[in-house]
Nanobody, 123 residues
């Protein structure tokens, strides 16, 4: 059982930056591909970014490409999401997730989810 705890959310202005962190309890964290998803009010869960177990492959949603960067530190059992040039439409609850499968945009492949952290971007 992998426990994931997100942190780093908050209220910022458009154009600002935030870095989200997701700490995993599992000592075999390096065997998991990790993903970030988000859910805005009244909308479904949306893929944001994913990274494979070693950090050599990353994929992004078109809406965040060039602004967000996913990375991981396996020594710290942590995955990060650096968010730059934030827009009001980035406002959502952000979730990290873990899978033993390949890095994927498909949320149904993820076995473990964190509780989420709120990101609010004001205009």
């Amino acid at each position: 059982q992998v426990q994931l705890v997100e942190s780093g959310g908050g209220l910022v202005q458009a154009g600002d930056s935030l870095r989200l962190s997701c700490a995993a309890s599992e000592r075999t964290f390096s065997l998991y591909s990790m993903g970030w998803f988000r859910q805005a009010p009244g909308k479904g869960r949306e893929f944001v970014a994913t990274i494979n177990w070693v950090g050599s492959s990353t994929y992004y949603a078109d809406s965040v490409k060039g602004r967000f960067t996913i990375s991981r530190d396996n020594a710290k059992n942590t995955v990060y999401l650096q968010m730059n040039s934030l827009k009001p439409e980035d406002t959502a609850v952000y979730y990290c997730a873990a899978t033993r499968n390949v890095a994927t945009m498909d949320s149904t492949w993820y076995d473990y989810w964190g509780q989420g952290t709120q990101v609010t971007v004001s205009s």
